[in-house]
């Protein structure tokens, strides 16, 4: 098997044009890592391996590669893949430790989950804010002072946003998830 992936994932060329098997094998296979990392884990280095390309050739004593990860990052669909998934559900630190693992890691995180992350990160503060706010700050200034109409409203107003907007997200994700 080992040598079936590796001659797949051997760059080869001739007069009219260059030859890679890295495509037809993800065509045909497009579970191949799931495959490998449930059946036969000791592969997944070679698969790895083959998905890079490093010239023969150095310039100031660097070496151009390439990276063949268009099948770890889409599917045939052009849909996110689950490539990483699978090869987390396999739990080996080596494999994910792999140069081409951690550079499809790297750009998901940079390029698209690190701005969802945090604009997360940055509605749970707003929220959390509106909670301190209509709680502490509101009730400690109306403690110190008259309790009127405009307070009480400000007070429901803060409380229904937090209500509606940070529980009914929860409320939601729940419902969708179980």
Not at 11 to 30: K, N, Q, S, T
Request: contains cysteine.
């Amino acid at each position: 098997a080992k040598a079936i992936l590796v001659d797949l994932l051997t760059i080869r060329a001739d007069r009219d044009r260059y030859y890679y098997g890295m495509d037809i094998l993800f065509e045909r296979h497009p579970d191949v890592i799931k495959r490998l990392c449930m059946d036969a884990p000791a592969l997944m280095t070679t698969l790895l391996d083959g998905l890079i390309w490093r010239s023969r050739i150095t310039d100031n004593g660097q070496r151009r590669v390439n990276y063949y990860i268009r099948h770890l990052l889409m599917d045939q669909n052009n849909e996110f893949a689950k490539a990483t998934e699978w090869i987390t559900e396999n739990n080996d630190p080596k494999l994910v430790c792999h140069p081409v693992v951690s550079l499809v890691t790297d750009m998901v995180w940079g390029r698209v989950a690190f701005r969802t992350f945090l604009f997360g990160r940055a509605w749970f503060l707003f929220t959390l804010l509106m909670f301190v706010t209509s709680q502490s700050i509101i009730n400690g200034a109306t403690s110190l002072g008259p309790n009127n109409d405009h307070t009480r409203t400000v007070t429901f107003a803060f409380r229904c946003f937090i209500y509606l907007c940070s529980m009914g997200q929860w409320i939601l994700h729940h419902v969708k998830h179980t």
